[in-house]
């Protein structure tokens, strides 16, 4: 079982804002990351280090934090924003990665 | 720009070890700056953390495979390995290696993938 808790799927309309939400109690002391995946394809870092984006992501994508959950937030969902997304943390004893299990977003 | 070249079988029998390396070009594997690990994911279902290697030698696994894992680093070959043992069926997943900035301890970064090997245990 993961410490990181997603909603297995969250849909959206077109041009819409949606919500994706982690949480975990190691939340309330490490910052988590978001990462998109399309299919057949690896996975892509959108937020990184509280609410940072790389390169070429665009600035629809950004993110918050609230005790313990953390939260992605689109804003204006395009059609190619559809994917699974995962939230990364620390784990509560903070020298081990985890993953949430993913929520897979649907752009209707 | 950094690439992650992963190489390694497709095919592992029950109870062998899978072995997997990544080569690491466009950067310098020996910095500090970052971690080199492993992430899977079995067909279908979510990401799995395995575990990250310093330049150090220093490494971390995740305590669910610990007692099965080993990640090392050739530094004079620019690449870095997982040895898995005593693999099952719970074991095949689509592998990958990954970068992950060491300077955001509180704040994990993995910022580069490699292109993913389906590892597929079966007799």
New interface residues.
């Given amino acids: 079982s993961?410490e990181l808790t997603q909603d297995p799927a969250v849909s959206v309309a077109l041009g819409q804002t949606v919500n994706i939400t982690c949480q975990g109690d190691s939340l309330r002391?490490?910052?988590a990351?978001w990462?998109q995946q399309k299919p057949g394809q690896?996975?892509?870092?959108v937020i990184?280090?509280?609410n940072n984006r790389?390169s070429g992501i665009p600035d629809r994508f950004s993110a918050s934090s609230s005790g313990n959950t953390a939260s992605l937030t689109i804003t204006g969902a395009q059609a190619e924003d559809e994917a699974d997304y995962?939230c990364?943390?620390?784990d509560s004893g903070?020298?081990?990665?985890?993953?949430?299990?993913?929520t897979k977003l649907t752009v209707l | 720009q950094l690439q992650l070249q992963q190489s390694g079988p497709g095919l592992v029998r029950p109870s062998e070890t899978l072995s997997l390396t990544c080569s690491v070009s466009g950067d310098s594997i020996s910095s500090s700056d970052y971690y080199w690990?492993w992430?899977r994911q079995p067909p279908g279902k979510?990401?799995?953390?395995i575990g990250?290697i310093y330049y150090s030698g220093a490494t971390?696994?995740?305590?669910s495979l610990r007692s099965r894992v080993t990640i090392s680093v050739d530094t004079s070959k620019k690449q870095f390995s997982l040895r898995l043992s005593s693999v099952t069926a719970a074991d095949t997943a689509v592998y990958?290696c990954t970068r992950?900035?060491a300077a955001?301890?509180?704040?994990?970064?993995?910022?580069y993938?490699?292109?993913?090997t389906l590892v597929t245990v079966s007799s």
């Fill in positions: 993961s002391r490490y910052y990351s990462y690896a996975p892509e870092l990184y280090r509280k790389p995962y990364n943390s620390r903070g020298n081990h990665l985890v993953f949430g299990g993913g | 690990g992430i979510g990401l799995e953390w990250s971390y696994y995740n305590p990958y992950e900035v955001t301890w509180s704040a994990p970064e993995i910022d993938w490699g292109q993913g």
